[in-house]
């Protein structure tokens, strides 16, 4: 059943105050932020919200679609209940990084861009997260885990299992 | 020389220092008092001109330059953003400084926005750094309530509006009028200048775009004065900076340096870095940031006319890019001689290719290539001529392109090149070994 697509009241409220925060006439500055709130509320940025958020701004369609394509923020396919960011780029590699992102796919079983078949985790490939010294290094949404090694990763995903 | 100094991280380890009562106990604020109640705009123009502080995001151009730059038609609103998009790999400065000491960006912010007539200024920061956002978010809610946001600050007229605004995840967005243009709702693509942002910026009116790490600044030059802040540092590369560490040494993190402090003390100090973790040595630096070139350590500790090499704009540049590099965004990622440097040169092309935003075709293009070539040298399937080819491709975009990102993408595969032509030879003439991820590299040890 298809479900109406409407934010929250809170996010309705959260909503009028972003918009309100640009000059008059500028509140397409409101996308990014839109988009960010509603990836919080649905999970994934689907058409019919991103048509949603259109109709809020007062845009055409297309000028999200455009967006949500160009960033690498957003899903736009329904992901796992966590999705683990990982951190792929040369400094971290440096601090070991490809070897313990080998065990996390080994011990989630899945590749990147694949969610586990009980839905709870998928993994995600990512750029530089601006935690380099920290690294090796992954996000789950706001949350940074960093100083990763092969034990840290299987006390977080144990721990997130539960 | 004194290498003790801190403009920005002196607070920093003081608990609670992220709450406004703290902050304002040590000091802080009293750049927004001073500047609002006893300076003209003009005044405090003045005094970063003095500081001869240079942007920190990685271009290093003057600061109060640029200010003075900044175009004032009648009636048209003017806008300061700040470039918190940090995404240049091996930089993580800002994240740490936002995170820990939020009050002193949003103190930056106030004295800055006044300078240049601004009363709706925005922080741009990257959308990984949601949790950040929403220290930002706290540290402006509590200056407002304290007077010093809001209308009326302090009771001078002034009024200012501080707006956080998240991206989306892409590299580019750090390139201010690619910033502009994502601020504004749309894609993150650079825009052909001129015009530059000083004329026709946010919503094409004047505005000026500047790093964390230049805004956070301004505070202690307001306090000290400009002249006090140029005594810092050494010749044109005046002030501290904030350099991120990261690699094969024993404590990486983020230090607060006085520029001019010699390259070989920063690494080997138990002060700074502490050496190369045990049983190593230095292979070789990235010194500014993935894009800056990749230095061997006889280079990166010496000029190629046997100067000790200091950490500062120009000393870090003698030699042009034959046999120097730049101090960039003061991203120093130190690979001893476990590195792969064509594995690493390799991901550093991906990230670029990945991140262009496909305007240009040199650099669409060229990065892909790049890429690829690189990928299968790795992967042992290169042939004799990929060197060649790479060096022709990285020459084919260096300066063919719209924004810096083309360059960006060039410079690391041919200094690479440059200095470590060997190591590409050496996996192409033994393919099965190069397909080890991470392969061993050895060389006899460049120096004592
Ligand atoms: C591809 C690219 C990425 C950039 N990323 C950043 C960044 O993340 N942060 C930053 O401050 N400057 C970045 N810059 C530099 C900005 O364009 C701009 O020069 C800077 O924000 C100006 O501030 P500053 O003068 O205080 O350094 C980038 C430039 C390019 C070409
Ligand atoms: S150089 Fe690359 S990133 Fe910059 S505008 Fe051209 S295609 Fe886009
Ligand atoms: S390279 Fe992983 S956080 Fe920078």
Known sequence: MEKKIVFSEDRLIKTKEIIERYPAGKQKSALLPLLHLAQEQFGWVSAPVMDYIAEILNIEPVEVYEVTTFYSMFHLEPVGKHVIEYCRTGPCCTMGGEEVYEHLKTKLGIKANETTTDGVFTIKEVECLAACGWGPCFQIKEQFYMHLNNEKVDEIIEELRK | ?448
């Open chain 2, 1 to 448: 020389m004194a290498s003790k100094v801190k403009i920005l991280t002196e607070h920093i380890n003081v608990p609670g220092i992220e709450n406004f009562d703290v902050y304002r106990k040590h000091g802080g604020y009293n750049a927004v008092e001073k500047a609002l109640k006893k300076m003209s705009p003009e005044e405090v123009v003045e005094e970063v001109k003095k500081a001869g502080v240079r942007g920190r995001g990685g271009a290093g151009f003057p600061m109060g330059m640029k200010w003075s730059f900044l175009a004032k038609p009648e009636g048209v609103p003017r806008y300061l953003v700040c470039n918190a998009d940090e995404s240049e790999p091996g930089t993580f400065k800002d994240h740490y400084l936002m995170k820990y000491l939020p009050h002193l960006l949003i103190e930056g912010m106030i004295v800055s926005s006044f300078a240049l007539g601004a009363n709706k200024s925005f922080i741009y920061v990257r959308g990984e750094l949601m949790y950040v956002i929403k220290i930002l978010e706290k540290a402006i809610e509590e200056a407002k309530n304290a007077g010093f946001l809001g209308k009326n600050i302090l009771g001078t007229g002034y009024d200012l509006e501080l707006i956080v605004q998240p991206g989306g995840g892409a590299y580019i967005c750090g390139e201010e009028t690619a910033l502009l243009e994502s601020l504004e709702g749309k894609r993150g693509n650079p825009r052909n200048k001129p015009p530059f942002p000083a004329v026709k910026g946010l919503y094409q009116c004047p505005t000026v775009v500047n790093n964390v790490e230049s805004i956070a600044t301004a505070t202690w030059i307001i306090n000290n004065g400009g002249d006090e802040y140029a005594k810092i540092g050494i010749g044109r590369s005046t002030g501290t900076k904030l350099i991120s560490a990261s690699g094969h040494i024993k404590k990486p993190g983020v230090y607060e340096i006085e520029l001019g402090l010699p390259v070989e003390e920063f690494i080997y100090s138990d002060e700074y870095l502490g050496g190369v973790r045990n049983g190593h040595y230095l292979k070789a630096v990235v010194a500014g940031g993935s894009s800056v070139p990749i230095l061997p350590t006889h280079l990166l500790l010496k000029t190629a006319s046997g100067e000790g090499r200091l950490m500062s704009y120009e000393s870090l540049s003698d030699g042009g890019f034959a046999t120097g590099t730049m101090l960039g965004s003061g991203g120093f990622i130190a690979m001893d001689e476990t590195t792969c440097i064509v594995r690493n040169t390799w991901n550093f092309s991906r990230f670029y290719h990945h991140e262009s935003c496909g305007q240009c075709s040199p650099c669409r293009e060229g990065t892909g290539w790049m890429e690829k070539v690189l990928h299968r040298i790795e992967h042992g399937h290169g042939n004799a001529r990929d060197i060649d080819l790479l060096v022709d491709v990285a020459k084919k975009i260096e300066g063919n392109t719209i924004c810096p990102l083309g360059d960006a993408a060039a410079w690391p595969v041919a200094s690479a090149i440059k200095h470590f032509r060997d190591e590409f030879e050496w996996h192409i003439k033994n393919p099965s070994a190069a397909t080890k991820p991470g392969a061993v590299f050895l060389k006899e040890e460049v120096f004592a």
